[in-house]
């Protein structure tokens, strides 16, 4: 073989390393991305928590939104020096309902939650509600919800004695 065409073979051979060194450094930077873009993600989810958290226990009045009368249900904390109002909103199951990831019934049921289970609201969007429970933040769809505490009612009624029937075992409400 001439030493022009050993030449060639090693420029190419070259090239062609070269080429692969740079498709596995974009992988890597793109492995990179993604992991850091998840790891955001989870801890915007774990700060959205903790803000309202932190709201909910601060211990500075002026922090605190005043009472208005369409908010549901609120719990008043004292302490020593100061006086906290927690004006937390929550929220109630009118059924035996599905807690799920996000607000669709296309995704993920994280647990179902029985009639009556209290939920703290978070918002609300297209019918559905961001809620938290059990210190985990999803979604209910807001057909299955009330603003109203069963247990405050004083009415010892279930939804079942009053007609209303639970929905059958294989689609429950969403």
Not at 140 to 165: F, K, N
């Amino acid at each position: 073989m001439k030493k022009s065409h050993k030449r060639e073979i090693y420029m190419a051979r070259a090239i062609f390393v070269g080429f692969l060194v740079l498709l596995v450094a974009i992988l890597i930077i793109v492995v990179n991305i993604v992991s850091t873009a998840m790891r955001n993600n989870k801890s915007n989810v774990a700060s959205q928590s903790e803000s309202q958290s932190t709201v909910a226990a601060s211990s500075e009045p002026e922090s605190v939104q005043p009472e208005t009368e369409s908010e549901p249900e609120t719990t008043v904390e004292a302490e020593t020096e100061s006086e906290i109002v927690d004006t937390t909103e929550y929220r109630w199951t009118t059924t035996s309902v599905n807690f799920r990831t996000e607000a669709n019934t296309d995704c993920d049921v994280i647990e179902t939650l029985a009639a009556g289970t209290k939920l703290e609201f978070i918002a609300e969007s297209d019918g559905w509600a961001q809620v938290m429970y059990n210190n985990q933040t999803g979604y209910v769809s807001t057909d299955y919800l009330t603003d109203t505490d069963p247990d405050a009612t004083g009415d010892d009624t279930t939804a079942e004695e009053e007609g209303d029937s639970e929905p059958e075992s294989d689609s429950e409400a969403e």
